[in-house]
């Protein structure tokens, strides 16, 4: 992946339950390219580490997710991004 690739697309939604839900979503449906963002404005029931809820109030905050397959961490090294 070049850096460059990261933001290229960006898919932006009003409101979402989760970022990274949707994100999951997508890649089960169709072929998302690396770097795509999945963006919301208003996240009701965001995911966060380790099973934790994130909660933010609607535009006031990052609210987003990145589709990045890096072929040089492995799946246990995930959070050294």
């Keep these: 992946m070049h850096r460059s690739a990261i933001g290229k697309k960006i ?3 009003e409101q ?3 970022t990274n839900s ?3 979503e997508l890649l089960k449906e169709q072929d998302i ?3 795509t963002v999945i963006k919301t404005i208003s996240q009701y029931a965001g995911r966060g580490y ?3 809820s994130w909660e933010s109030e609607t ?3 990052v609210t987003a997710s ?3 397959r890096p072929e040089f961490l492995s799946p ?3 959070f050294r991004l």
């Design 16 to 18: 979402l339950a989760s």
């Design 50 to 52: 380790a099973s934790n």
């Design 76 to 78: 246990q090294h995930q």
């Design 11 to 13: 898919l932006g939604f």
């Design 66 to 68: 990145w589709i990045l």
């Design 22 to 24: 949707k994100a999951k």
């Design 33 to 35: 390219s690396e770097g």
């Design 59 to 61: 535009g006031k905050n």
